[in-house]
């Protein structure tokens, strides 16, 4: 695993992508070189607000761009997304990364990623360097309304793929949940990120038709280092394990469901 480093990014640019959720570019050559789709950083605007300074909180690595920059996919959840949501071009952000563990590529058959909603980012990154790889990736992007939809035209300039999108109120393509009527044909290999209830669902999905599967959980997380014990689940072993290193990406049999 590459080590991380702790440095500081001056933003490229921020722009709106759909309801409360920003694309938000960075110049930082340090992480950009060794991150790998599924790590994350911590990130931070350090203390630009001496007054009310708040903790770095974690991302997907959302994209590697030409020189030296990453892309982020930043959803206004409270303060600290607030807060990143209003930086513009020259801003400098805190990051610490990469972090944690990756997904595995897989060479050998196709990679079908479930999305559900700030789920999205690890597989911009993903689809992207495995269609480079040459390995065939479809991407099926579920949101609970079609105003929160990522933008797909922006999905398709970072992946080259276009979204399958499915939408709980059905107001953006078709309506239902990620796992519903999957098409599932050349047993492809699952990777999936998103709340817990649809991870859960995707684990008995993979089970039921024996396919291998990847999950990456969203846990709170305070430090994303292994210190503060904030980010912990639990294993299929019964014992809890740190997802910010020994995840956030996991075998889902690892994990117990
Ligand atoms: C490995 C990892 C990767 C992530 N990648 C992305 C990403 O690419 N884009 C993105 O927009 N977000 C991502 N997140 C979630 C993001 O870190 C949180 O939304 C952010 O920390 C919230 O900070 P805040 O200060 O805005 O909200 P807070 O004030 O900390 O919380 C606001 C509300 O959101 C809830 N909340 C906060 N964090 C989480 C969480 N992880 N899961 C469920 N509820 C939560 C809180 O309970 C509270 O109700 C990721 C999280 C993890 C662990
Ligand atoms: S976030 Fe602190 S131990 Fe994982």
Known sequence: MTKPVRTWGRVRENRKAAEATFWIEVD?????????????????????????????????????????GIGFLVRVFGEGTRRLAEVSPGDELLVLGPLGRPFTLPADRPALCLA??????????????????????????????????FDPDLIRRITGVTPELRTEDGSVGRRGLVVDGLD????????????????????????QHDLPLQVSVEEHMGCGVGTCQGCVVLSSQGEWVKSCTEGPVFDARELSW
Do not use: N
């Open 116 to 149: 559900g909603g700030v789920g999205l980012a690890p597989f911009l990154f993903l689809a992207a360097e495995a269609t480079e790889g040459g390995t065939a990736v479809r991407i099926v992007y579920g949101e609970r309304s079609g105003a929160r939809v």
């Open 28 to 68: 930082c050559p340090e992480v950009a070189e060794t991150a790998r789709p599924g790590q994350f950083v911590m990130l931070g605007t350090g203390l630009a607000d001496v007054a009310a300074p708040f903790l770095p909180r974690p991302f997907s690595i959302g994209a590697r761009l030409a020189g030296g």
């Open 184 to 207: 599932l044909s050349g047993a492809p290999q699952l990777l999936a990120c998103g709340p817990s209830p649809m991870l859960r669902a995707c684990a008995a999905l993979a089970a």
